[in-house]
């Protein structure tokens, strides 16, 4: 079978486009006919050698895996060949680069039907950013209020879709660019912060910050003080620190996503009931990875794209 992978660390051109023997699924595990496998960020660093995952070499980058159910594994229930599955792999595994890949069957749920199943990998560790910063980071509950600061990418507007379905009132932070995006999300409040000092714009505290883009410490640290008393600061930018108001009570947690198979069941209900909105932007074969990992090397890649694995 065909597979992208990278047998040390280092720049796009470590990764290898190579056949790779097919794997043989062990007791608890399930491999998959690959439908399609997200990129994201982190596996950027991952193959960069800068961010701290222990993955073993060589490896197969793409932890967000759509695809079919090829075989069963020891011991494994609840699934059977030829479910069209869904999963956040364990990033130190190899992932869904390739036209095969094993996983252990509690990281998988069932597809969504109502979109192509290449298109459900873009869904899984973006999706679950999302509502772990919201909910289980910030507490946010009906009525409150929360700043999203970097609402106009992908996390931000299943953020922005998953706060308004709580009852949340959503200020969210955008360019000119990705203004009509974030309103279609469903923001109350729009800033456009290439033209505006967030800390004059916002009316009123809010209840949870929540930071999804880069930003100056200084700057994100004067933002607290748009947070109320007793209130919560959520970033996703685990290079820096979040900061926060001990005076205050104002907390702070960064967000590191975790997998949880139900939470992932709930948001693919989600999908298929029309409420949440599966973000692809671009989808590229598999051969055109490396391609892709130049491309991120050199500057932030908008949007979502999965790369198809036949």
Known sequence: MKAVRFHEVGGPEVLRFEDVEQPTPGAGEVRIRVAASAFNAADNGMRAGFLPIPVVLPHVPGYDVSGTVDALGEGVDGLSVGDQVVGFFPMERDGGAAEYTIVPADRLVTAPTSIPLADAAGLPSVALTAWQALFDDGNLQAGQRVLINGAGGVVGKYAI??????????????????????????????????????????????????????????????????????????????????????????????????????????????VDKGELKVEVTRRIPLAELPALHAEAAAGRIPGKVIVLAS
């Open 161 to 270: 879709a998953l706060a308004k379905r709580a009852g949340v009132h959503v200020v969210a932070t955008a360019s000119p660019r990705s203004e009509e995006a974030v309103r279609a999300a469903g923001a109350d409040e729009i800033v456009d912060y290439t033209a505006t000092d967030l800390l004059s714009a916002v009316e009123g505290q809010v209840d949870v910050l929540l930071n999804l883009a880069p930003i100056d410490p200084e700057q994100f640290a004067a933002l607290v003080a748009l947070v109320r008393d007793g209130g919560k600061v959520v970033s996703t930018t685990a290079f820096m620190a979040t900061p926060r108001d001990e005076a205050r009570n104002v907390t702070a947690a960064t967000v590191f996503v975790l997998p949880n198979r139900e939470r992932l069941t709930e948001l693919v209900s989600l």
